[in-house]
Nanobody, 128 residues
Framework: QVQLVESGGGLVQAGGSLRLSCAPSGRTSSMYSMGWFRQAPGKEREFVSAITWSVTWSGVNTFYSESVKGRFTISRENGQNTVYLQMNNLKPEDTAVYYC?????????????????WGQGTQVTVSS
């Protein structure tokens, strides 16, 4: 089992920044692709970003939804499953609970069904 704990959420004004962190615990000897999803009130959970793992740093790939591309940056500690989401130029429509997730594979990471482990989520609220 792998437990994921998100942190870094909060309240910020539009145009501001937040950095989310996701720290895994438990059976972390295996490497996972890591993803971020979000769910706003009354809406379905949606893909935000993902990062694969690789035995070489140059082999890591990142993916973003169109709505956050150019504003959000995902990164991970080299050789570890700890992952970050730097969110800049936040907009009120970014308001949601953000979830970290871990997947064994490295494909189709925009689909929630690819992920085995999920965190409890952290609230991000952007005021206008």
């Amino acid at each position: 089992q792998v437990q994921l704990v998100e942190s870094g959420g909060g309240l910020v004004q539009a145009g501001g920044s937040l950095r989310l962190s996701c720290a895994p615990s438990g059976r972390t000897s295996s490497m996972y692709s890591m993803g971020w999803f979000r769910q706003a009130p009354g809406k379905e959970r949606e893909f935000v970003s993902a990062i694969t793992w690789s035995v070489t740093w140059s082999g890591v790939n990142t993916f973003y939804s169109e709505s956050v591309k150019g504003r959000f940056t995902i990164s991970r500690e080299n050789g570890q499953n700890t992952v970050y989401l730097q969110m800049n130029n936040l907009k009120p429509e970014d308001t949601a609970v953000y979830y970290c997730a871990a997947a064994r594979g490295r494909r189709d990471l925009e689909y929630a069904t690819q992920y085995t482990y999920w965190g409890q989520g952290t609230q991000v609220t952007v005021s206008s």
